[in-house]
């Protein structure tokens, strides 16, 4: 299959993550 690095993949999660705090924020 095809190999994604760690970094990059930790970096899509933060990424991510960082959308769904700011959306929690918006929302509240």
Known sequence: ??????T???RI???KAN???K???NIS
């Open 1 to 6: 299959g095809h190999t994604v690095s760690l």
């Open 13 to 15: 999660i933060a990424v």
């Open 23 to 25: 959306i929690k924020i």
């Open 19 to 21: 959308k769904a705090l």
């Open 8 to 10: 990059s993949l930790m």
